[in-house]
């Protein structure tokens, strides 16, 4: 059991209100309407995500993010609250909000529209990576990165190790400049797909190649076939994916990244750590939503 006074992990992402529609046969079009099987609104956002499984995994798990007052950001505060998840380090203001994400889940594949509302900049961060329980800061996206210039820099004077999930975004993904930016990352954490946009390589053991020459530790997320890991000195490791059957998608990378780092900060090998990552992320495709939330149905 890691010690409440000095393990826990700093998750740093948007928060937004998931509207998730599943049970589609088919995806709209334009000028048509299609009905959904299912319907359930959850808290989103790779950092509450990540974290929240944390929590679950007995992990102290501490949120730095911005939460609205408007009434689809209002309707996340109960289970903010039973999340498990430490909320002494989120904003809330009027500016933070609505960020809604509505998510179509058509079998195992899934399309997301979103909104951004102000600053992904807590006004909390400062006090929040000085937080001498924190241990690990994780950012959940890139964008967020992207915004804040100088936040590994900050994380790494305080004396903590850095992840970082890309995480898609269509006007970032291939910037030139993103593996300058990341500079100083321990762990990045990819899927296969942002891999392939990030390096522009398509195969990905040639990505990995590129990769390993900018980060300590990289762990590839690659749904149904498993996951790989790459690391200086040539190490790679892959393992298979969990057989499981498949409700949604939404957030298993996430949930991927809280059994990893878990592991990784308890000194777990390679292996024991992708096991990890994988058996928790096999776990959320089980149930709706991208959170572990106990007092709802798979």
């Avoid at 393990?7 to 049970?23: E, M, Q, S, V």
């Avoid at 689809?72 to 289970?79: N, P, Q, T, Y």
Wanted: include cysteine; glycine fraction near 12%.
């Amino acid at each position: 059991m890691p010690n409440a006074d000095t393990h826990g992990i700093l998750c740093l992402g948007r928060l937004y209100c998931d509207l998730l529609f599943t049970g589609l046969a088919e995806m709209p079009e334009l000028g048509r309407e299609r009905f959904a099987g299912g319907f359930a609104l959850s808290a989103g956002g790779g950092g509450y995500i990540t974290a929240a499984h944390l929590a679950a995994r007995g992990r102290p798990a501490f949120l730095a993010s911005r939460l609205g007052l408007d009434a689809l950001s209002c309707a996340l505060e109960a289970e903010l609250a039973a999340s498990g998840v430490d909320l002494g380090h989120l904003e809330r203001s009027a500016e933070a909000g609505p960020q809604p994400t509505v998510a179509l889940v058509q079998g195992s594949e899934r399309a997301f529209v979103s909104r951004r509302a102000g600053t992904a900049r807590p006004a909390t961060l400062d006090a929040a990576l000085a937080d001498r329980r924190v241990r690990h800061l994780h950012i959940a996206e890139y964008a967020t990165l992207h915004e804040i210039p100088g936040l590994v820099a900050q994380a790494k004077a305080r004396g903590l190790s850095v992840s970082l999930d890309p995480s898609w975004d269509d006007a970032l993904i291939r910037d030139p400049g993103l593996l300058a930016a990341c500079a100083g990352i321990d762990l990045f954490l990819p899927n296969e797909e942002e891999l392939r946009a990030i390096t522009g390589r398509a195969d990905v053991q040639d990505g990995l190649d590129r990769l390993a020459d900018a980060f300590p530790l990289t762990v590839v997320k690659r749904g149904g076939d498993g996951a790989v890991l790459a690391g200086a000195g040539g190490l790679r490791l892959s393992m298979a994916a969990e057989t499981v059957p498949v409700v949604d998608t939404t957030g298993a990378g996430d949930a991927f990244n809280a059994g990893f780092l878990d592991a990784w900060l308890d000194g777990y090998g390679h292996r024991a750590c992708l096991a990890a990552a994988i058996a928790t992320g096999s776990a959320s495709v089980g149930r709706t939503g991208g959170a572990p939330r106990p007092d709802a149905s798979p």
